[in-house]
């Protein structure tokens, strides 16, 4: 599995953006999948993640009420979709697949050594 994140850019705050994270190789449908963030200087943290469908999702505290994960199986693809963007949103967005076998309704892991098959990251710039 490779996954690919794409859709970063420049934004004002309060703007929006919407990320995209396209895997190819095995279906997407088979794995949750992670989106996480770095600031520079700063460890990777996680921001959101989603299971086999929409129905089960998490947010980091920083991004809920704000931000958006969702899944089209048929694409392959899932979105974050980020609303109300903040400076302190500025960094390196990357996805990952949950190492694990998911089950629907299990609970999410945030640790970044949890995740697997990192794809190049897209970078998220929000001027304040």
């Known amino acids: 599995v490779q996954l690919q994140a794409s859709g970063g850019g420049l934004v004002q705050a309060g703007g929006s953006l919407r990320l995209s994270c396209a895997a190819s190789?095995?279906?997407?449908?088979?794995?949750?999948v992670g989106w996480f963030r770095q600031a520079p200087g700063k460890d990777r943290e996680f921001a959101a993640a989603i299971g086999l469908s929409d129905a089960f999702t998490y947010y980091a505290d920083s991004v809920k009420g704000r931000f958006t994960i969702s899944r089209d199986n048929a694409k392959n693809t899932v979105y974050l979709q980020m609303n109300s963007l903040k400076p302190e949103d500025t960094a390196v967005y990357y996805c990952a697949r949950d190492r694990r076998q998911y089950r629907s309704g299990s609970a999410f892991y945030t640790q970044p050594d949890m995740y697997i098959n990192w794809g190049q990251g897209t970078q998220v710039t929000v001027s304040s």
């Open positions: 190789g095995r279906a997407s449908s088979d794995y949750a």
